[in-house]
């Protein structure tokens, strides 16, 4: 699998596990909000910086990536509150979101998602309680990612057979042309793909059952 | 509070019988009130049995019968004496089932993780998942692509590794519906000659006449019958008569 | 749920990730993406509780890290962000469409569907949006409404109209949700 945001390096912070870093993470967006305060934002800021920068040793441009995403919006902000209230509360909000995504940044670039999904089923698990099935989110998951590139695929060779006959549809036209025809041979797949999955055990219940009298 | 599962199997009543085969009594199947298939009684017991038929000729909700995939709306089918419409699981752990499109039958990302799929369902533990998995990539030439996105194999390697996927199971009878129409000569042709080298019973639904070659009995459908049941020569040569007269 | 309902919830996720890949217009903290088409195509094909279990999934493959919002953003830091509040309407607005849709499936057209897609589609994303960017940003009203919601509401109005066209073409040829039951609609 193709992690474009995960940055293997073997650090401490890469080996805590996923529940621990996400409750980390909450507990800090709820310090911020609880206390919001421009010391408590600036040393949380200070504190991200140091554990991904200095014990999960990422690159600085995993970080910077997401920071220069904001930099409009940081900066308008800042504008907006310093004509409204003023340059300090500006500065606490800014920082405060900053932190925020930065340490989110962190939690993302040092955890693989196969450990996140483990998470997942696990936080899923009340679900046993009421009949549902938490293994089944992996399967949504795995299947979804599975998903993807069938259905660029897909769309691929529908442009290519509508260029084919001379049409190549722009606009409105074009979506309904070629997205709704997609869709519906999409819908047919994963009809067939679900007929795959039962013949391989998924189900023990047959597809056309009786109803329930 | 609990409500009984009207498809679930009575409790532990899997009495297979392995020397009775597949059996269709009385089958038909309609889709509202479309009659697909009808007036079907058959006992398959042959190790290579061939289907063939024109597109719409009910030859695909055939094969679905075969392993509870699609319940009969008349009649039953039997596997091994286990009955598709109460003891489903237990009839889709002997009879494996390969599709025609292999982009439909694989469902994890990677090739490893999909071969492993129907272990799981199995209840099979990690340890031996994995050895029964590593087995089937190394016998089948995917073992290099162990950990590679499905989705940037060749057709005929998607192909080989959903049967991958069911052969990994050990089931005692496989069918295959159309496995070779999405393929190419040369893959076509591998796949014709894994299926030969199988030592499961086969059910092989086809257009692809020369996949039929050494077969022991091929079942000509259409308009949703059985009109003919011989070895694949006299079979085909019908098949064949049948088609020119359309 | 039937496997088959799980094969469609995955479709529907995979289905706005890719259309996250249309690349988005940025203006100011919230960009017009094409996502927020999937979601009403979700709600309008799926239904109610399948279309609310597509979006919620495609979150869960955003939240765990993989690139897949428009722009390439992903990860944990678009549910702390600004953009933290439409994310979490989508899920609600896919249900709301969906649950309308069930309601007018006998009668379904471009023009109810259209309708049905600006109820859930935009009333609703704003509603959760709007309130979340005041708070995350700390902004006035004033502020929130014109930086976070009227930018959008053109390119909105035609994403409602184009996913109702879509949807009305795959009921006719692949229709999905099954009209509510008599017992069920009753109540």
């Not at chain 1, 290519?160 to 409105?172: D, W």
């Not at chain 2, 057709?155 to 069911?166: D, E, F, H, R, T």
């Not at chain 2, 030969?196 to 949703?224: I, K």
């Not at chain 3, 859930?120 to 940003?137: D, E, R, T």
Request: contains cysteine; hydrophobic residues 50%; glycine residues 10%.
């Amino acid at each position: 699998m193709t992690l474009p945001l995960y940055v293997p390096v073997a650090s401490p912070v890469h080996r805590l596990s996923a529940g621990v870093k996400l409750l980390c993470l909450a507990a800090l967006a709820v310090l911020l909000f609880a206390r919001p305060t421009l010391t408590v934002a600036g040393a949380a800021l200070v504190g991200t910086l140091a554990v991904g920068l200095g014990v999960a040793r990422l690159p600085v441009a995993v970080l910077a990536r997401q920071a220069w995403a904001l930099r409009w919006f940081l900066l308008a902000l800042l504008v907006v509150h310093a004509l409204t209230t003023d340059v300090a509360s500006g500065a606490h909000t800014v920082l405060r979101l900053l932190t925020l995504v930065l340490a989110a940044a962190v939690v993302t670039a040092t955890t693989r998602v196969t450990e996140m999904v483990a998470v997942v089923e696990r936080l899923c698990a009340p679900l046993r309680l009421v009949g549902g099935r938490p293994q089944r989110v992996g399967l949504l998951i795995a299947m979804a990612l599975r998903f993807i590139p069938v259905l660029v695929e897909r769309a691929d060779r529908i442009r290519a057979a509508q260029a084919a006959r001379g049409g190549a549809p722009r606009g409105v036209r074009a979506l309904r042309t070629t997205v709704a025809p997609l869709l519906v041979q999409l819908l047919q797949m994963a009809h067939d793909v679900s007929e795959a999955l039962d013949a391989r055990g998924a189900d023990d219940v047959p597809a056309h059952r009786p109803r329930r009298t | 509070m609990r409500f009984r599962r009207p498809g679930a199997a009575p409790a532990a009543v899997d009495v297979a019988d392995p020397g009775r085969g597949i059996e269709l009594r009385g089958v038909g199947h309609r889709y509202g009130d479309r009659v697909v298939l009808e007036g079907i009684d058959l006992r398959l017991t042959e190790p290579r049995v061939g289907v063939v038929g024109a597109n719409g000729s009910g030859k695909s909700t055939f094969a679905r019968l075969l392993n509870g995939l699609v319940v009969p709306t008349d009649g039953q089918v039997l596997v091994d004496g286990l009955d598709t419409r109460t003891q489903v699981r237990a009839v889709r752990r002997r009879v494996g089932f390969v599709f025609q499109d292999p982009d439909a039958q694989i469902v994890h990302p990677t090739v490893a993780e999909d071969v492993a799929y129907g272990l799981e369902n199995q209840g099979v533990p990690p340890d031996e998942r994995a050895a029964r998995v590593a087995e089937v990539l190394e016998r089948y030439g995917l073992a290099g692509h162990a950990d590679h996105p499905a989705h940037l194999l060749s057709g005929g390697q998607k192909q080989l590794l959903a049967i991958a996927g069911v052969l990994v199971m050990r089931p005692a009878r496989i069918v295959f519906d159309e496995p070779t129409t999405l393929l190419d000569l040369v893959n076509a042709r591998r796949v014709a000659e894994l299926i030969a080298g199988l030592e499961q019973q086969v059910v092989v639904v086809t257009h692809q006449l020369d996949l039929l070659d050494g077969f022991d009995r091929v079942l000509v459908v259409d308009g949703g019958r059985v009109v003919e049941d011989a070895p694949p020569g006299p079979a085909v040569a019908t098949y064949r008569a049948l088609m020119e007269h359309r | 749920m039937k496997t088959r309902d799980l094969a469609y919830v995955a479709l529907f996720a995979a289905v706005i990730a890719v259309l996250g890949t249309i690349p988005a217009i940025p203006v100011g903290p919230v960009p017009i993406t094409a996502q927020t088409l999937g979601v009403m195509l979700a709600g309008a094909v799926l239904g109610a509780r399948r279309g609310f279990l597509a979006v919620l999934l495609f979150l869960v493959l955003v939240a765990l890290g993989l690139p897949l919002l428009a722009s390439g953003a992903g990860g944990l830091a678009p549910f702390v962000g600004t953009t933290a509040g439409y994310l979490y309407s989508w899920p609600v607005a896919a249900f709301v469409i969906g649950w309308l849709t069930e309601r007018a499936w006998d009668r379904y057209n471009v023009l109810r569907g259209t309708l049905i897609n600006v109820v859930g589609g935009i009333v609703v994303i704003y509603a959760v949006g709007v309130p979340v960017l005041k708070a995350v940003a700390g902004l006035s009203w004033t502020a929130a409404v014109t930086g976070g919601a009227l930018p959008f509401i053109p390119g909105d109005l035609f994403k409602a109209f184009v996913a109702a066209a879509i949807a009305d073409v795959v009921r006719r040829s692949y229709p999905v949700i099954e009209r509510p039951r008599r017992a069920a609609g009753a109540r």
